[in-house]
């Protein structure tokens, strides 16, 4: 990996997050605007993918490092809307667990593709975290106040891994760690995925 270009210190981020509880239904009995900012940091598997977005985006990094957290912002926010509707949307919660499987990947394996690809991924899985939302956020009142309250917590989240990255590289075993903890990042997200049928 080259040190300019790696990502952040998402390593010791990631390795602590992925302990917690997958996310699924986390609506917590809390109805205020208050619900909507912390409803990211709600469970593990929507906190670790966020911090990977802002990871993978240094990893990529030149015009990646804001197309790549702003695609998934943009996308969230349309599925946070679709999500507040109260849509159905077949699906989603495997979208959330390969988000989480294929950016531990790509951290993991150093992957630099082409940015636009990048972009459209990400995009894809910013829609499904969004839907979650914004479908577990329904009994908010004000849904503009709600919306804007998870995406302002995802684009800070998205800022940890995009500047932690950036620490982690500069430490004697930087680039180890970073890739050690997009392992852990993926291996969570098989478990994510194999959950439902264990379950």
């Not at 929507?46 to 802002?54: D, E, N, P, T, W």
């Not at 394996?109 to 636009?116: A, D, F, S, T, Y």
């Not at 760690?177 to 264990?198: E, K, S």
Request: charged share 10%; glycine share 14%; proline share 6%.
């Amino acid at each position: 990996m080259d040190k300019d270009k790696t990502p952040p210190r998402v390593a010791m981020v990631l390795a602590s997050l992925a302990a917690a509880a997958p996310a699924q239904a986390h609506t917590a009995g809390n109805p205020g605007v208050l619900a909507a900012w912390l409803h990211p940091l709600s469970g593990a598997d929507h906190l670790v993918a966020m911090v990977a977005v802002g990871a993978w985006s240094a990893l990529l990094g030149r015009r990646a490092i804001l197309a790549v957290p702003g695609a998934f912002l943009l996308m969230m926010c349309m599925g946070g809307v679709v999500g507040l509707q109260l849509v159905d949307v077949p699906g989603a919660e495997v979208g959330v667990a390969l988000s989480v499987l294929l950016l531990g990947l790509a951290i993991a394996l150093g992957e630099r593709v082409p940015w636009p690809v990048a972009v459209g991924a990400v995009g894809i899985f910013g829609f499904c975290h969004g839907y979650l939302h914004g479908y577990e956020l329904t009994v908010i009142e004000s849904p503009v106040l709600a919306t804007i309250g998870f995406l302002t917590t995802t684009a800070i989240l998205h800022v940890a891994g995009l500047f932690g990255a950036g620490l982690a590289v500069r430490l004697r075993a930087g680039c180890w760690l970073l890739q050690a903890c997009g392992w852990f990042a993926a291996i969570f997200g098989v478990w994510l995925l194999a959950a439902p049928a264990v379950g």
